[in-house]
């Protein structure tokens, strides 16, 4: 099993609707997790923490779901400006800071 | 602005060339990582650095070598560069707590 895995996707969804996806981790000591936006050509930037007892900023929501090792991201009220590409990240903390990063997940907002 | 700088922001190289990728941050981050992205392989990680004076390999790290110069900087450099290296070259850092990572803007290496 891979350490993090995303559906490649794309995801296509008509403009206004919710979209969701789910990404699964295979190490039970992962302790922090994010979700990661990446424009094309562009550099990753940080969309929103994960946090235990999920969270919300506007429209995007994350859960964590530690009991089956996965975290998602819910979108609601897609904008065409919500195009990207998604990664989720877990970071292993230890001696050192471990950050693994999914491939990403496409996300294709249609007008 | 605080952040990842990186350099240079593209750069052709020719087959043997060699050449030294720049990376600064200004957030007083222990941690600094190299990661290299090609088209559906996502964000592989090269070389990264714990703390200023360590240094350690990544998924993949041949071809490649890293100077951490001191907190703020560090450096990637390729010896001899061949035409698998062509790829988009991310630095990024993180510092303790659970704040994920910042990105530079991306170093984009055509090796010809």
């Known amino acids: 099993r891979k350490e993090v895995e995303q559906d490649p996707g794309p995801f296509n969804v008509p403009e206004g609707a919710t979209v969701a996806f789910n990404c699964t981790y295979s190490n039970s000591a992962s302790q922090s997790f994010f979700w990661y936006r990446q424009d094309c050509r562009k550099e990753p930037k940080l969309l929103m923490s994960v946090y235990s007892s999920g969270n919300e900023d506007g429209r995007f929501t994350a859960q964590l779901n530690r009991a089956s090792q996965y975290i998602s991201l819910l979108i609601r009220d897609s904008k065409l400006s919500d195009s990207a590409t998604y990664l989720c990240?877990?970071?292993?903390?230890?001696?050192?800071?471990?950050?693994?990063f999914g491939k990403g997940t496409r996300l294709h907002i249609l007008p | 602005n605080a952040g990842v700088t990186q350099t240079p922001k593209f750069q052709v190289l020719k087959t043997g060339q060699s050449m030294t990728l720049q990376c600064a941050q200004d957030?007083?981050?222990?941690?600094m990582y190299w990661y290299r992205q090609d088209p559906g392989m996502g964000l592989r990680l090269i070389y990264y650095s714990a703390s200023e004076g360590t240094t350690d390999k990544g998924e993949v790290p041949n071809g490649y070598n890293v100077s951490r110069l001191n907190k703020r900087e560090f450096s990637l450099r390729l010896e001899s560069a061949a035409p698998s290296q062509t790829s988009v070259y991310f630095c990024?850092?993180?510092?303790?707590?659970?704040?994920?990572?910042?990105f530079g803007s991306g170093t984009r290496l055509t090796v010809v």
């Open positions: 990240v877990v970071n292993m903390r230890g001696r050192d800071d471990k950050i693994i």
């Open positions: 990024a850092s993180s510092g303790t707590g659970s704040y994920g990572y910042t």
């Open positions: 957030m007083n981050h222990n941690s």
